[in-house]
């Protein structure tokens, strides 16, 4: 068994805050995934934890102990990193040895561990090369198997995806999906990739400037992002929005008049709402719809068209000027040029934030 | 190894395309006149450490070994001088030179040893032979009438060169590690004042240091001449330039694995430290052997004298045994010469990857 929590954890390096006060609980055998734009603070988060740098305020918890004092070597915890860090003198199964022998496994356990990962992870016949004889996925999974043999509480993986290429990525992806099927541990795993992020994670963690933006489970991001930022890095192509003033506030609905013309309609707890506030409506690609005629909530002249066979992509720019993207099933006669008119989405499909704060109207339960 | 095309590639490279450029001219008399500055000494004390004696102390130029030749008169006796007797209708003989009679000498023909006759002494040519004088080596090492204990001093330049150098890669790979891989207060200050030791000419401290290695009571002791030598601000420097390019998730890495701070560097940074340890190897072993004025100051008692010492005991006010001397210091020469020879690829490749010229 193995948690995890931070409680108030900030870092700061020297007069620079990288991290201001984050307050995470994880429990057992789940698969957190830490996204965010570069700089977003999610590698020191995960090296903090780690034990590769220090805590400047608040605590680290595993299994409820605060371990802020405790050496990483001593911690118990494994990590994969971006660059993998093979010691490269030495043999893959020298590689994944040389943890066990820190701890004072005994020779026969060694062995059979380091072969029994060797087998899950198929890198049998390259024990006994040296790190600058693999492949960059070879040398992945040997990263890998590192931090398996260990049988760590929590394993820490730190964009380990990202020197890969696109379809080894999906690969692996995969495997480490089963990985932690199989073993069941506890693991964080940082990426910036929000792809990797939504097909992984059971829970995502959302950061932005060394804060947390949301914490939740990938699809509850997707529905109901909390603020601006989650809306619009959760999903690809990202969220539109299109700018608007709260024409009308009902029970539970807000009306909003858009910029670009038109009202729309939006089904969310209206707390706070103030007729005249600016707002920002949010509506995914996906969730945009294609008149017969011409008619519906907007028009949009096509500036670009995406065929993907299996789907399309509109880009086109709104009368206000702002621009808006759209995704059709299946392939489109839409070219550049054309006029055409949208429907902005079935009713539950609509966003809506404060322009000011970037906080989510709350949606309905 | 090399094979001849790549010799002939090698010694032949030039700079214009077709023919020879004038640049490769000046390079290559550059060179020749290098190679005869630096090969010409070595070569000279090579072949004059197998002269007599007395060909070195008459300075004789030729550089293969002559000496005059000798034959023993017919009654016994010291032997005597050869020379060739030109007489003035041109006919050639060999002599031996039995007196010098004022402008004349005595001497008899070697055909017929019975009978002296006296010859103008210009009508003489001394009468040489190539005789190489291996004995110079034999003597000092095997011969035991010598005051110079070869096998002792080889043994006592052996033990200060190999301990020398061992503590001094373990000694500066540690200072280099914590200084490349440690964030402290101060750390780039205390690199700076490594370096900057490198200004102080070594006899400023040879005072204090004296003073220093008598009063831990290593006078006259091989550690004496070991433990003042052991940390150098070369070493240090070299080592950390090179401990600055191992990237630090190598050892965040080892950290997660558990491994202790000192098992890393034991385990991780001495390893791949490797090649800048073998250029301070080699240079710390080439300081250490070829080093004299340390261990003449600190050893005065021939039992802890060093090779370096042994052999300026050759020359002394009193005595001039040059031919000993130069077949001591070709002896003395081996051993560098090897390691040199054999870990030379290290050196270049070591300091091409530390940065260092």
Redesign the interface.
């Known amino acids: 068994m193995a948690t995890l929590s931070l409680k108030a954890v900030t870092k700061a390096f020297g007069p620079t805050k990288v991290i201001h006060g984050i307050d995470l609980d994880i429990a057992h055998g789940e698969f957190i995934v830490f996204v965010g734009p570069s700089g977003c603070g999610k590698s020191t988060l995960l090296r903090m934890i780690a034990g590769l740098e220090d805590v400047s305020t608040g605590d680290v918890e595993i299994d409820g102990a605060v371990v802020n004092a405790i050496p990483a070597a001593e911690r118990g915890l494994a990590m994969v990193f971006q660059s993998y860090a093979l010691y490269p003198h030495m043999s893959v199964k020298q590689n994944l040895s040389f943890g066990l022998e820190n701890l004072g496994t005994p020779k026969a356990e060694i062995a059979r561990r380091v072969d029994e990962a060797a087998r899950m992870l198929r890198i049998e016949p390259l024990l006994a090369r040296k790190p600058g004889q693999l492949s960059g996925g070879q040398r992945q999974r040997v990263a890998i198997g590192r931090a398996v043999v260990r049988e760590p509480k929590i394993f820490l993986f730190d964009e380990p995806l990202s020197n890969l290429d696109a379809e080894l990525r999906v690969q692996m992806r995969i495997e480490i999906g089963n990985l932690h099927q199989r073993l069941g541990n506890t693991m964080i795993y940082v990426t910036h990739d929000q792809v990797e992020a939504m097909t992984m994670a059971d829970r995502i963690a959302v950061l932005r400037d060394g804060r947390l933006e949301q914490f939740g489970k990938p699809l509850d991001l997707y529905n109901r992002p909390a603020n601006l930022f989650v809306a619009g890095f959760i999903g690809s192509p990202r969220m539109n929005f299109l700018s608007g003033k709260i024409a009308g506030v009902g029970a539970n609905s807000v009306d909003v008049a858009l910029d670009g013309g038109g009202t729309v309609s939006i089904p969310c707890a209206p707390e706070g709402a103030q007729p005249g506030e600016a707002v920002k409506f949010g509506i995914r690609p996906e969730h945009i719809g294609l008149t017969v005629n011409g008619a519906g909530d907007a028009a949009l002249a096509v500036t670009l068209t995406e065929q993907l066979g299996g789907e399309s992509y509109l880009h086109g720019a709104l009368p206000s000027g702002e621009t808006l993207s759209m995704r059709l099933a299946g392939q489109t006669r839409v070219a550049r040029g054309d006029s055409i008119g949208l429907t902005l989405g079935e009713p539950g499909f609509r966003h809506l934030f404060h322009t000011d704060s970037g906080l989510a109207f709350a949606p309905l339960a | 190894m090399m094979t001849s095309t790549d010799f002939s590639a090698f010694f032949g490279r030039k700079r214009g395309r077709n023919g020879f450029d004038w640049t490769d001219a000046l390079a290559y008399t550059y060179l020749v006149i290098g190679i005869l500055i630096v090969l010409l000494p070595v070569v000279w004390m090579a072949v004059s450490s197998v002269k007599s004696q007395a060909a070195l102390g008459e300075n004789d130029p030729r550089i293969l070994p002559y000496d005059q030749a000798l034959v023993t008169p017919p009654n016994g006796g010291r032997p005597l001088g050869v020379f060739t007797l030109t007489r003035e209708n041109g006919t050639v003989e060999e002599v031996a030179l039995v007196a010098p009679r004022g402008a004349n000498a005595l001497v008899y023909a070697l055909s017929k040893p019975n009978e002296t006759f006296e010859v103008p002494r210009k009508s003489l040519t001394r009468k040489d032979v190539l005789q190489p004088h291996f004995e110079n080596y034999t003597d000092p090492t095997i011969g035991q009438a010598s005051t110079f204990k070869f096998l002792r001093y080889f043994w006592n330049s052996t033990f200060v060169t190999v301990v020398a150098t061992l503590l001094t890669l373990l000694t500066n790979a540690m200072a280099a590690f914590a200084l490349s891989k440690y964030k402290f207060r101060g750390r780039d200050a205390i690199v700076l004042i490594i370096v900057a030791t490198l200004l102080i000419p070594p006899t400023v401290i040879l005072v204090p240091l004296f003073i220093t290695v008598q009063s831990f009571g290593l006078f006259n002791s091989l550690w004496g001449v070991i433990i003042p030598a052991v940390a150098t601000p070369t070493g240090v420097f070299l080592l950390r330039q090179y401990m600055l390019t191992i990237?630090d998730?190598?050892l965040?890495?080892?950290?997660?694995?558990?491994?202790?701070e000192w098992?890393i560097f034991w385990?991780?940074m001495l390893?791949?430290a490797l090649p800048a340890l073998a250029v301070l190897a080699i240079l710390s072993v080439i300081w250490r052997w070829n080093d004299f004025m340390w261990p003449l100051i600190v050893l005065t008692q021939s039992e802890v004298f060093t090779l370096q010492l042994g052999l300026s005991t050759f020359k002394g006010e009193l005595n001039d045994n040059m031919h000993y001397l130069l077949a001591m210091t070709v002896l003395t020469l081996l051993p560098v010469t090897l390691v040199f020879v054999f870990l030379q690829k290290h050196i270049t490749t070591g300091i091409a990857n530390t940065g260092l010229k």
């Open positions: 990237p998730e190598l965040e890495a080892a950290r997660m694995d558990g491994a202790s098992k385990r991780i390893p791949l």
